[in-house]
C-alpha cells in the first residue's frame, strides 16, 4: 500500500480495534486518566500484517522484550509511563499525541500540520490506582491501520526531530553572528557527517531562529505616576526614524500639569500593525491598571483594530491636523474662492464653542456655497465626523486637552536630539533615558519655580491672589488672562432668580471689539456651583472668564473647589523623584548615591583649589594617597574581570538562557538612512505646488522640460 495513498476503508478497521471500555470507567473522584493515540501516517517496518474480510490492512509491530507493554503494567508517574511509550514508539516507528482526560485537561487548539491523520486507534490508557498510588495500564492496543517507519526512515520522526539544548545554543550562535536557520543547519550537517545526524529539519531550525523582538512595552514608577495624575487624554504615534534594528519607536505623551508633554510609557514594534499594537496596548493596560479617557492617532489601520479591541471605555480619536492638511491635495477649489473656502472650513473645524447641529449645518452650507456635495473625499471624512471633529465632544470631560498627535510628534523631536537610528537597543535606551531624564528635570524645575517664587498679579482681587496659590504658575497665568479679560471685555446682565438658583447672561468682545458673544451662566449660591454654556471648565478643567465674571460681581473672593481641578495644581509628583535617573532592572542604590557623590566632590575640589598652586599641590598629594591607600592602579591586573564586572554594574546580568533572540534587521517604512519614505501621493502634491515651465518639445507649461519630455522620441 502506498503511503501516500487515502485509506477509504478506514471505518472498516473498527471491526477489529474496537473500544472494548468506556472511557468513563472509574468511580474515584481523584483518577487521573491518561490516553496516548497513535494519529499519522508512517512507512513500512519489519512487523505483522493482517487483512480484514473487509479488505482492510492494519499492522502488529514486533516489539523487544525490554520496550514491550501490557495491561496491568505499572508506572510510578504519568512521566514514567509516558516515557516508556516514547520508547517503544521510537523503536517500533511511529508517532503518538499525549492527551489527559477528564479534569478539564485535553482542550488545546488545533494547528496547521503536514501529517496526515488516519484515525488509528493504536493506544494505551492509563488510570490511576488509588490504593497503592500507581498509574496501570488498562488498555494497550497495538494494532495500526497505517505501515510503519523503517530505520532508515526513522529521523523523519517527530519524536527525534525534537531540539535539544545544543540544537537551541548553535541556533542562538548563529543569530548573533547573522546566520540565518538554513546556514545554521547546513554548517551542523557538514560537522556532524549529514543531514541525518543533525535530528532537527531545515525547517525546526527556522521556526527556533524567529524567536527576535518583535515588541517591547516599558513604563517606569515615575511614568505610571505621571500617567495617574495625566492619564486623561494620551497620543503616541510610531516614529519614521528608528534604530539600527529598524523598529518603530512609539512613545505615549500626556499634558502634565505645567501643560508640558510627558511621557507616561515607551514601546518598540516591529511593525505597525493591529497584532504589535493590540499586544502594546494590553501591556498598557496592564502596567496602569486604567483606561484612558481619550486616545488621539493617526488614522492607521494597527491603531483602528487594536484601540478598539483592548480600550473598550476609551474614545479613539483622530488628530484633526492630519486629516485638514489632506485637504490642498484632495480638494480643488478656484483661486478666487479658495481663500473664503478655507476660512470657513477651519473655523469650521477647530470652533469649540458648537455642537453638532450647528456643525452639520455649517458643513452642509460650505459644500452647497463652493460646489462640492458628492465630493469623495469630504464625504468620507464627514462619515467618521464624530472621530475627529471637537463639535462631538464639547461635553465629555476633559476633551480640550489635545486634538492633534502634535506633541507625540514634538516628543519624537525632542528624543531624536539624543538618539541616532544607527543605535543598537542597548545604546538607544540609554539615549532615551538621557532625554527622559532632561524632561522630568525640566519639570522638577517648574516644580520648583511654582513652591518658591510669587507671580505678578495685576490686580487687588481676591480671585487672582487665591489661583497665585492653587495652580501651576503656567496655569495661574491662563487663569489670570480669563481673570483680565472678565474685568475689561465682558459685560453681565442679571436675567433671574429661582431660590439659589441666578441666572445671567455674560457677554464678551471679540478680537475685532465689535462682534459680541453671550453665554447663559446659572450660580447656584447654596453650593457655590457655576455652570456656562461655553462649557470651557468640562473642556480643560479651568474656569471660564464668564464664570470668573459672575464670581466677581458677586463678591466671591475665592474660586470654588469643585472648580479646581487636581490635575492643574502643584506638587502632584514629588521633585525628588523627578530628578532621579531612569534605571531597569536591580541596582545597589546605596552604591550608586556614593558613587557619584565622589564624582561632584572631586569636581568641586578641583574647582575650588585650580587657581592656587600651593592648594592644588596639597589636595593632588592628598588623592595620591588615597590612591596608594585602596592599591588603585593605572592598569588591570585581570582586564576580562573587570570588563565583566563594569558591563554587569552598567548594564545588569546577561541572562543565562535569553527568551528574547537578537533583532533579524526587519525593513519597514522609515527605516535605512533615517528619513522617512515618501508616498506617490505625497510625492504628487509637492511636485504640483512646484512652478510649470514652458517645454521646448511639446510646446507646454508642465513639470517637465525638454531634457525628459514624455513627447520625445529620441
Excluded at 468513563?24 to 486518566?33: C, K, L, M, Q, W
Excluded at 525490554?66 to 514514567?80: H, M, R
Excluded at 473656502?341 to 453638532?356: A, M
Aim: net charge neutral; aromatic share 10%.
Amino acid at each position: 500500500m502506498d503511503r501516500n495513498d487515502e485509506y477509504s476503508d478506514i471505518q472498516v478497521i473498527e471491526e477489529f480495534i474496537e473500544d472494548e471500555e468506556d472511557d468513563s470507567y472509574g468511580t474515584d473522584d481523584d483518577a487521573e486518566n491518561v490516553s496516548v493515540n497513535d494519529g499519522t501516517i508512517t512507512a513500512a517496518e519489519e512487523c505483522e500484517t493482517f487483512l480484514s474480510p473487509g479488505g482492510t490492512k492494519y499492522w502488529v509491530p514486533n516489539a523487544s522484550e525490554n520496550v514491550k507493554l501490557a495491561v496491568g503494567d505499572t508506572f510510578g508517574s504519568i512521566e514514567e509511563a509516558n516515557t516508556a511509550y516514547r520508547r517503544y514508539a521510537d523503536e517500533l516507528g511511529f508517532d503518538f499525541d499525549y492527551d489527559t482526560m477528564g479534569n478539564g485537561y485535553g482542550k488545546k487548539k488545533g494547528r496547521n500540520s503536514s501529517y496526515k491523520r488516519t484515525g488509528c486507534k493504536a493506544c494505551i490508557k492509563i488510570r490511576f490506582r488509588k490504593e497503592d498510588r500507581q498509574h496501570v495500564v488498562y488498555k494497550f492496543e497495538e494494532r495500526h491501520n497505517h505501515s510503519l517507519y523503517n530505520n532508515l526512515e526513522k529521523w523523519f520522526s517527530r519524536g527525534r526531530r525534537q531540539l535539544k539544548y545544543t540544537d537551541f545554543k548553535n541556533i542562538y550562535n548563529a543569530t548573533g553572528a547573522s546566520i540565518g536557520g538554513s546556514k545554521a543547519h547546513n554548517i551542523q550537517a557538514a560537522l556532524k557527517g549529514g543531514v541525518e545526524n543533525v535530528g532537527a529539519t531545515v525547517v525546526d531550525y527556522k521556526n527556533a531562529s524567529r524567536g527576535e523582538l518583535q515588541a517591547i512595552f516599558w513604563a517606569d514608577k515615575i511614568s505610571r505616576m505621571n500617567y495617574k495624575e495625566f492619564g486623561d487624554s494620551i497620543s503616541f504615534d510610531a516614529t519614521y526614524r528608528t534604530n539600527t534594528h529598524a523598529y518603530n519607536f512609539v512613545p505615549f505623551i500626556a499634558v502634565d500639569n505645567h501643560k508640558r508633554s510627558v511621557v507616561v510609557g515607551s514601546a518598540l514594534i516591529s511593525n505597525e500593525d493591529a497584532e504589535n499594537y493590540t499586544w502594546v496596548l494590553q501591556a498598557f493596560l496592564k502596567a496602569h491598571e486604567k483606561q484612558p479617557r481619550f486616545v488621539i492617532t493617526h488614522q492607521c489601520l494597527g491603531t483602528k483594530a487594536a484601540i478598539p479591541l483592548v480600550f473598550t471605555e476609551s474614545t479613539h480619536r483622530f488628530c484633526a491636523w492630519h486629516i485638514m492638511d489632506k485637504m490642498p491635495g484632495k480638494v480643488t477649489i478656484s483661486k478666487d474662492d479658495n481663500v473664503a473656502f478655507k476660512k470657513r472650513i477651519n473655523r469650521l473645524v477647530w470652533s469649540t464653542h458648537i455642537g453638532p447641529d450647528e456643525f452639520e449645518s455649517e458643513w452642509e452650507s460650505i459644500l452647497n456655497d463652493f460646489g462640492l456635495e458628492g465630493h469623495e473625499w469630504l464625504n468620507e471624512i464627514y462619515s467618521i465626523r464624530e472621530s475627529w471633529i471637537s463639535a462631538y465632544y464639547r461635553d465629555d470631560p476633559m476633551s480640550g486637552l489635545m486634538r492633534t498627535t502634535s506633541r507625540s510628534e514634538s516628543s519624537h523631536a525632542y528624543f531624536r536630539l539624543f538618539a541616532s537610528f544607527k543605535n543598537d537597543l542597548v545604546r538607544f535606551l540609554r539615549a532615551y533615558d538621557s532625554s527622559l531624564e532632561k524632561q522630568r528635570n525640566k519639570h522638577a524645575c517648574l516644580e520648583f519655580a511654582t513652591r518658591n517664587t510669587f507671580p505678578r498679579r495685576f490686580s487687588p482681587l481676591g480671585i487672582e491672589r487665591h489661583a497665585s496659590k492653587v495652580y501651576t504658575r503656567v496655569v495661574f497665568f491662563d487663569i489670570q488672562k480669563e481673570i483680565r479679560k472678565a474685568i475689561f471685555f465682558c459685560g453681565l446682565d442679571f436675567m433671574s432668580q429661582d431660590g439659589d438658583l441666578k441666572t445671567y447672561n455674560v457677554a464678551h468682545k471679540k478680537k475685532n471689539l465689535v462682534t459680541k458673544v453671550s453665554y447663559e451662566v446659572i450660580h447656584n449660591v447654596g453650593t457655590t456651583m457655576l455652570t456656562c454654556q461655553c462649557n470651557m471648565f468640562v473642556r480643560t478643567g479651568l474656569p471660564c472668564r464668564h464664570i470668573l465674571k459672575v464670581l466677581m460681581n458677586d463678591g466671591v473672593d475665592k474660586i470654588p473647589e469643585g472648580f479646581i481641578s487636581r490635575r492643574w495644581t502643584s506638587a502632584l509628583i514629588p521633585v525628588q523623584l523627578q530628578a532621579a535617573r531612569a534605571r531597569y532592572g536591580e541596582i545597589d542604590v546605596e552604591k550608586e548615591t556614593l558613587i557619584n557623590g565622589m564624582y561632584a566632590d572631586i569636581d568641586l575640589i578641583v574647582s575650588s583649589v585650580r587657581n592656587d598652586r600651593k592648594t592644588l599641590r596639597e589636595a593632588s598629594d592628598s588623592v595620591t594617597e588615597l590612591r596608594v591607600k585602596y592599591g588603585a592602579c593605572v592598569f588591570s591586573n585581570n582586564p576580562a574581570k573587570d570588563r565583566a564586572e563594569a558591563l554587569k554594574d552598567c548594564y545588569g546580568d546577561a541572562p543565562e538562557d535569553p527568551e528574547v533572540m537578537p533583532a533579524a534587521g526587519i525593513r519597514i517604512k522609515g527605516c535605512g538612512r533615517g528619513k522617512r519614505l515618501i508616498g506617490k501621493l505625497e510625492k504628487a502634491v509637492e511636485k504640483n505646488k512646484r512652478a510649470k515651465r514652458l517645454c521646448r518639445v511639446c510646446g507646454e507649461h508642465a513639470h517637465h522640460d525638454s531634457h525628459n519630455c514624455p513627447s520625445r522620441t529620441s
